[in-house]
């Protein structure tokens, strides 16, 4: 009974999910080689999530097989943060609010014409732009960031940062409150 508890959330968790990153059910279909019809009947739950199914929509939308799911954490040792969805943006914690840093990464689905509201607070952001392109406005600078491309700055300037393409635009971000720099060191 409590297996059948599980699955019957299955749908409403893929529909959340396919909602998150700004996709319709045909756009889903084309890039996953699953019908329509059968992606809707998944996600209403008239239609029993089989693992031929679930592969290639956890490809689609990079998630592990185990968080597309739900499944619970049984034994294992690994953190598994929770991802949080807000504004269509789904967060992952990563440093589990341990030290100084905080450590998070964020996929933002296209948002065309969204305007950027710019916030400021104290504290020290390093984000890097893992897939996508990332429109940041910081003070008068209005910049765009490349897949590859990282920013850094002190938080007390206006700053805010949204998708700025088609694509999802995925980002790691560091935050430290007490206005520390990320610094590297790479040896010869």
């Not at 968080?67 to 990563?94: E, F, M, N, Q």
């Not at 088609?166 to 060191?185: S, Y």
Request: glycine share 10%; hydrophobic share 40%; net charge negative.
């Amino acid at each position: 009974m409590e297996q059948r508890d599980e699955l019957a959330g299955i749908g409403e968790r893929l529909r959340a999910i396919r909602e998150s990153r700004g996709l319709t059910l045909k756009a889903v279909s084309e890039a996953s080689g699953i019908s329509t019809s059968t992606l809707s009947r998944l996600e209403s739950g008239s239609r029993r999530a089989q693992l031929d199914l679930l592969l290639p929509l956890a490809r689609l939308y990079r998630l592990p097989l185990d968080d597309l799911v739900g499944a619970p954490a049984l034994g294992d040792p690994r953190i598994h943060p929770r991802p949080k969805l807000r504004h269509g943006v789904v967060t992952v914690p990563l440093s589990g609010g341990a030290g100084p840093w905080e450590a998070f990464k964020q996929v933002h689905p296209p948002t065309p014409e969204t305007p950027i509201r710019q916030f400021v607070h104290p504290g020290w952001d390093w984000i890097y732009v893992i897939s996508g392109r990332m429109r940041l406005l910081l003070g008068d600078d209005d910049l765009v960031i490349e897949a590859g491309e990282a920013a850094e700055f002190d938080t007390r300037v206006p700053h805010g940062f949204a998708n700025h393409g088609d694509d999802l635009l995925e980002v790691l971000c560091l935050f430290n409150a007490q206005g520390a720099k990320v610094h590297t060191r790479a040896s010869a």
